[in-house]
């Protein structure tokens, strides 16, 4: 009996294993972009590689890199990435509820640091409980391929020429791009938000004494400042409100056709 245990946990591991690979062949691509900008805040391979494996998020990471480039103090660059990554606050609550109740606490604190976006997506579609063993060998092939991508991107950083190290250091916003582009086609008030961040964000680096701020306070207080507007003016609608109102909608519909 125990065998087999032993035996499942191993086909379980390596499944995991299976499914990151494609995940960390891509967060490589990422996260040699974000190598290249830190080698430009001043750190060595091996910095990087501890940076990554300890955070293992892009926009936090390069929130993180233009901290340290512009010499930021610890407590604002320990807020600006809890807030940049409070999103895993709430991914760490959906896959709770996927535990068993008897899961010991130190299994679910792993499995909360081992949560990225696309993680996290084949584990809450994964049928049944949450299992420690297939997170562990996706996260390992990712994680590690995530931090190697970043030391490589450091290394390479000192190698080439400046203009190409300069040309590549711009692939990582091409990326946030093309995350911010599709939604923001399809949503109107996401798009204003968006526009009215690169704006605001713009106004706050030139204009008088604001432009004295330290970046990390100003991306701070920037991300807090329009996030709450734009949720208090357009907030989001729960899945039940909605479909309560299409029902409200049709029933009245029906009723004019009476």
Same mark, same amino acid.
């Given at each position: 009996?125990?065998?087999?245990?032993?035996?499942?946990?191993?086909?379980?591991?390596?499944?995991?294993?299976?499914?990151?690979?494609?995940?960390?062949?891509?967060?490589?691509?990422?996260?040699?972009?974000?190598?290249?900008?830190?080698?430009?805040?001043?750190?060595?391979?091996?910095?990087? $590689? +501890? %940076?990554?494996?300890?955070?293992? *998020?892009?926009?936090?990471?390069?929130? #993180?890199?233009?901290? =340290?480039? !512009?010499?930021?103090?610890?407590?604002?660059?320990?807020?600006?990435?809890?807030?940049?990554?409070?999103?895993?606050?709430?991914?760490?609550?959906?896959?709770?509820?996927?535990?068993?109740?008897?899961?010991?606490?130190?299994?679910?604190?792993?499995?909360?640091?081992?949560?990225?976006?696309?993680?996290?997506?084949?584990?809450?579609?994964?049928?049944?409980?949450?299992?420690?063993?297939?997170?562990?060998?996706?996260?390992?092939?990712?994680?590690?391929?995530?931090?190697?991508?970043?030391?490589?991107?450091?290394?390479?950083?000192?190698?080439?020429?400046?203009?190409?190290?300069?040309?590549?250091?711009?692939?990582?916003?091409?990326? $946030? +791009? %093309?995350?911010?582009?599709?939604? *923001?086609?399809?949503?109107?008030?996401? #798009?204003?938000?968006? =526009?009215? !961040?690169?704006?605001?964000?713009?106004?706050?680096?030139?204009?008088?004494?604001?432009?004295?701020?330290?970046?990390?306070?100003?991306?701070?207080?920037?991300?807090?400042?329009?996030?709450?507007?734009?949720?208090?003016?357009?907030?989001?609608?729960?899945?039940?409100?909605?479909?309560?109102?299409?029902?409200?909608?049709?029933?009245?519909?029906?009723?004019?056709?009476?």
């Amino acid at each position: 009996m125990k065998n087999n245990c032993i035996g499942s946990k191993s086909r379980v591991f390596l499944e995991g294993i299976r499914d990151g690979i494609p995940i960390g062949l891509g967060y490589f691509a990422v996260s040699f972009s974000l190598g290249i900008l830190a080698r430009k805040a001043g750190l060595n391979p091996f910095q990087g $590689f +501890i %940076a990554s494996l300890l955070n293992m *998020a892009s926009a936090g990471e390069k929130a #993180l890199f233009d901290c =340290i480039e !512009s010499g930021a103090a610890w407590f604002e660059i320990a807020f600006i990435t809890l807030i940049i990554n409070a999103r895993y606050l709430l991914m760490s609550c959906a896959l709770s509820q996927k535990f068993d109740e008897k899961t010991p606490f130190i299994y679910r604190f792993i499995l909360g640091f081992q949560i990225t976006d696309e993680l996290f997506g084949i584990s809450i579609a994964r049928k049944g409980k949450i299992q420690l063993a297939y997170n562990n060998g996706a996260y390992i092939v990712a994680g590690l391929l995530w931090s190697i991508g970043t030391s490589c991107g450091i290394v390479v950083g000192n190698i080439l020429p400046v203009r190409i190290v300069s040309a590549l250091s711009v692939a990582l916003y091409g990326m $946030f +791009i %093309a995350i911010i582009i599709p939604p *923001a086609k399809k949503n109107v008030v996401l #798009l204003i938000t968006v =526009i009215l !961040s690169f704006l605001v964000s713009y106004a706050a680096s030139v204009l008088p004494y604001i432009k004295n701020i330290s970046i990390g306070t100003r991306t701070i207080i920037l991300t807090v400042l329009i996030s709450s507007i734009v949720a208090v003016i357009k907030p989001v609608k729960d899945d039940y409100e909605t479909n309560e109102r299409s029902l409200d909608n049709k029933a009245k519909e029906d009723e004019k056709d009476l």
